[in-house]
């Protein structure tokens, strides 16, 4: 597949410059072909019985397979989620965090991540997003680094793997950004969140989480798909692997377009999108306040993001404010062609 052909899968970059796959992935025809054929097999043949429900789990199978071989984990290291906040709250509320416990994040993460954070109960030290700031608030009171392995601000790439062995401290890492931008290996990652609708492109409210030892969460958040068998009183017995941690149901018209979804980059995926991300940087370098980034993310330094945001749309260019900041993002997915970023330009 050459990165033309790519484009014609999109029908929105017919009309479009898209750059915001870090909100929402453009969706492509054989993604909403399959959403779209399965919605119409529940319609004409019903959601009950034995071959649907059948049906239901082969998709669940398959997609936790198709997810935990993008990352490297086994498929029992997965459970499938609803988002990326789905999976951290999962993990925060499984640790079991006291409040004389401290979880050490960076002052530039989305609150997806914040609030699970709040919520767990443990004091949440902010540091700098910088490695050695961040290392540098490890106490012996520290049980969890919490951390985006690409910040949603401006595309930095922070050495989450490398952090959690310098700190020896567990690591919970946010891949919202990360993984279908650039190559992710769950290996030595205690925690990774993956979204699916995001840079791999797939539907709304799909997404995964890793956990590379089961047996040391916690089941806070029970669903019918973390029992094998349970009592009257609801005690369980805890379906094998990370399963145990699956939240609940996602439909299957969902999971049939997010497998489609995982089919269809191709292998020049990340080279293609770094290659774009760079273009794009050298390209808006003469006109805007770049702030220093990585990844497939450039952001930024605009006096009112939000009615540039609004004007960049106008002109058939999507991109994003970042609340708070100042700061517009751009987006550079496998996709993104040159007439794209020639667009954003001329926009400005």
């Known amino acids: 597949m050459t990165p033309e052909e790519g484009r014609a899968l999109f029908p929105v970059l017919e009309r479009l410059a898209y750059l915001n796959a870090g909100t929402f992935g453009p969706l492509a025809r054989p993604t909403a072909d399959a ?3 399965q919605l119409r097999s529940d319609l004409e043949r019903g ?9 239901m789990l ?3 199978r398959e997609a936790r397979d198709a997810l935990a071989e993008l990352v490297g984990a086994a498929p029992e290291q997965l459970a499938l989620t609803g988002s990326t906040t789905d999976g951290c709250n999962i ?3 499984g640790l079991g965090l006291e409040p004389e416990d401290e979880v050490v994040t960076t002052s530039e993460e989305h609150f997806g991540l914040l609030g699970a954070l709040h919520a767990s109960g443990a004091r949440v030290v902010v540091a700098d997003p910088d490695a050695e700031a961040i290392l540098a608030a490890v106490t012996p009171r520290t049980r969890l680094l919490a951390l985006s392995q690409v910040l949603w601000t401006s595309g930095r790439v922070l050495p989450v793997r490398e952090l959690r062995e310098q700190a020896n401290v567990p690591v919970l890492v946010d891949g919202a950004q990360s993984v279908g931008a650039i190559p992710v290996d769950a290996a030595g990652i205690d925690f990774l969140t993956i979204s699916g609708q995001k840079w791999l492109c797939g539907p709304d409210s799909t997404g995964a989480l890793v956990v590379e030892d089961p047996e ?10 973390s029992q094998t068998s349970y009592l009257p009183d609801g005690s369980f017995e805890p379906a094998c692997g990370a399963a145990r941690f ?3 149901w996602i439909s299957s018209a969902a999971l049939a377009g997010l497998l489609a979804a995982l089919r269809l980059p191709p292998e020049w995926r990340f080279e293609r999108a770094a290659e ?3 273009r794009c940087r050298e390209l808006l370098a003469p006109h805007v306040d770049l702030v220093p980034g990585g990844a497939t993310l450039v952001a930024f330094r605009a006096p009112d993001p939000a009615a540039l945001v609004a004007a960049l749309a ?4 999507v991109v994003r404010e970042i609340p708070r900041t100042g700061l517009v993002r751009v987006s550079c997915g496998w996709w993104t062609s040159d007439d794209d970023l020639a667009r954003l330009v001329a926009a400005l």
Do not use: H
Request: glycine share 10%.
């Open 35 to 37: 959403v779209e054929q």
């Open 47 to 55: 959601r009950f019985g034995k071959a649907y429900f059948e049906r």
């Open 58 to 60: 082969a998709l669940r």
């Open 91 to 93: 993990v925060l509320a």
């Open 216 to 225: 040391r969460l916690r089941v806070a958040r029970p669903s019918y798909f």
């Open 246 to 248: 699956d939240p609940g």
């Open 276 to 278: 774009q991300t760079g």
């Open 314 to 317: 106008e002109a058939g260019v």
